[in-house]
């Protein structure tokens, strides 16, 4: 070889040197590019559950506001039955009822009540036996509270229960308050 034709080879030798150290250093950048959306995805997540955070304190602090009033009125509507001392009112939008829940019955010390309970009292299931509260609560009606038991009374129970308009119904239909000129 001549020495023109070994200057023109280490010539390209260093060209692709230097080719494959900016192939390598536009690599590295495209890593780098990758670390920072990674990053930003990331602070987007961590934005949007802090923006999620702030909605569901003021969703929460607005229903409560609006839950005491739904309570407030849920007492007055309870006041208006009781005064009238009826069991059911209809209403147009809905039904207020106040009714008197059955008596229940709780095994406080289940030892002592299976030593002095009678065997009407008992279900018995093969290798087990348990209270029939059914029945216990039956016996008390005519009977001293087992030993063992305690009756809670039932209360009376105020209710309410709303008439759902659909909204398929009402919709394409024109309400007209007033009269005509």
């Known amino acids: 070889m001549n020495e023109g034709e070994i200057f023109l080879n280490e010539l390209l030798?260093?060209?692709e040197a230097k080719e494959e150290q900016q192939t390598e250093a536009y690599y590295d950048l495209l890593l780098m590019q990758i670390s920072e959306l990674q990053e930003k995805i990331a602070h987007n997540f961590a934005e949007a559950e802090k923006e999620v955070k702030i909605i569901n304190d003021w969703a929460l602090n607005k229903n409560?506001?609006?839950q005491t009033k739904v309570e407030w009125l849920e007492l007055k509507l309870e006041y208006y039955i009781r005064e009238?001392?009826?069991k059911t009112i209809d209403l147009a939008h809905g039904v207020l009822k106040c009714h008197k829940k059955p008596d229940k019955v709780e095994?406080?010390?289940m030892q002592l009540f299976l030593a002095n309970a009678s065997?009407?009292?008992l279900t018995i299931v093969p290798e087990q036996v348990k209270p029939d509260l059914s029945k216990i609560k039956q016996y008390t009606k005519t009977?001293?509270?087992p030993k063992g038991v305690t009756l809670v009374p039932g209360v009376e129970e105020f209710s309410y229960k709303l008439n759902k308009r659909k909204e398929e119904d009402y919709v394409g239909e024109n309400t007209e308050t007033g009269t005509a000129a």
């Open 143 to 145: 009977h001293p509270v």
């Open 84 to 86: 009238r001392k009826e």
């Open 119 to 121: 065997s009407e009292l």
């Open 64 to 66: 409560h506001a609006l």
């Open 13 to 15: 030798a260093e060209a």
């Open 107 to 109: 095994i406080s010390d």
